[in-house]
């Protein structure tokens, strides 16, 4: 296996070192190939974007959706294009803004923040705020990959700035540990995933749906005395981003509601609605309904 392992590795290296100019002609040359050809999950990416823009015309959502595969191709080879991307060349293109004031939330009483984040623009290089931060420990969490040599490889490649990856089951006992050695500490949360059945405890109105969504951040930050940042991501133009976080709060030591994640909710909401192209459609987000929810509930 570990052969296998520096076998992708060195491919996705070589590959890496096309410049970015035939990077992007390969993405859009794969654009046809996965829209048109291989299709992939195009049912879903309609069907989801007909329920978030019931507004929109077909013109309309058949445009969302070409700038949607057109991203999805850039985003690969931008993945890519991580393999070896030096220091300087990631920091022109990926930059990130209010870092003053996020460094200025951390006191004697705080000395962890979560980046409540989305799937939305180049998620991948986020992990990059390591090399902004160099007096900050700077963590993400992840979700494993079902396949162990892709998972590696990923988590070697988000890992190479100097940060550090929990896994999700792993979060709680590694943030208390940072918490008790005082550390300073920034931590990344994807959180617009679909929770499963039984991590259900809240749902929000979201592009037209009542959204079950993760709780466990900001249960989490209540335990932690954490402030809470979302991470408002644009596109200038392609190939380049900015990463601008905007404080969303402190949940409230006793509050039993969920307030800080519906403000993430809807800031993330306000971005899809704005560049929509930029957000991950291609997974299914509303399969597990309120109603049936509900039903579940009462059959317990």
């Not at 003053?100 to 009483?109: C, G």
């Not at 990856?165 to 617009?192: N, P, Q, W, Y």
């Not at 951040?217 to 981003?241: C, M, S």
Request: glycine content about 4%.
């Amino acid at each position: 296996m570990a052969i296998l392992d520096k076998l992708l590795y060195a491919l996705f290296w070589l590959c890496s070192l096309l410049p970015f100019w035939l990077m992007y002609a390969i993405s859009d040359c794969a654009y046809f190939v996965v829209r048109y050809v291989v299709r992939y999950r195009r049912q879903v990416v309609r069907s989801n974007l007909r329920s978030a823009f019931p507004q929109h015309s077909e013109q309309q959502l058949d445009q969302v959706e070409a700038g949607f595969y057109h991203f999805f191709c850039d985003q690969f080879v931008e993945m890519v294009k991580q393999f070896s991307m030096s220091r300087e060349t990631m920091m022109k293109r990926m930059r990130f803004e209010g870092l003053d004031q996020l460094r200025d939330s951390f006191s004697d009483d705080v000395s962890i923040l979560f980046v409540m984040l989305g799937h939305y623009g180049n998620w991948e290089w986020i992990a990059s705020l390591q090399y902004w931060l160099d007096d900050v420990h700077c963590t993400q969490i992840y979700h494993r990959l079902y396949n162990r040599s892709f998972d590696r490889l990923l988590l070697n490649l988000r890992q190479h700035y100097g940060g550090e990856c929990i896994t999700m089951k792993d979060t709680a006992r590694r943030l208390i540990r940072l918490k008790a050695e005082g550390r300073k500490t920034v931590v990344g949360f994807i959180a617009d995933q679909q929770p499963k059945w039984r991590a259900i405890h809240h749902f929000t109105p979201f592009l037209h749906h009542d959204t079950a969504v993760f709780t466990g951040a900001e249960t989490l930050a209540r335990k932690l005395n954490a402030v809470l940042y979302y991470g408002h991501v644009t596109r200038p133009r392609r190939g380049y981003y900015v990463c601008q976080m905007q404080p969303i709060g402190t949940p409230a030591p006793d509050a039993a509601s969920f307030d800080l994640t519906d403000t993430y909710m809807q800031l993330l909401e306000h971005d899809i609605v704005a560049v929509p192209h930029l957000w991950l459609w291609s997974h299914k987000r509303w399969s597990r309904t309120k109603e049936r929810w509900l039903e579940r509930q009462a059959g317990k």
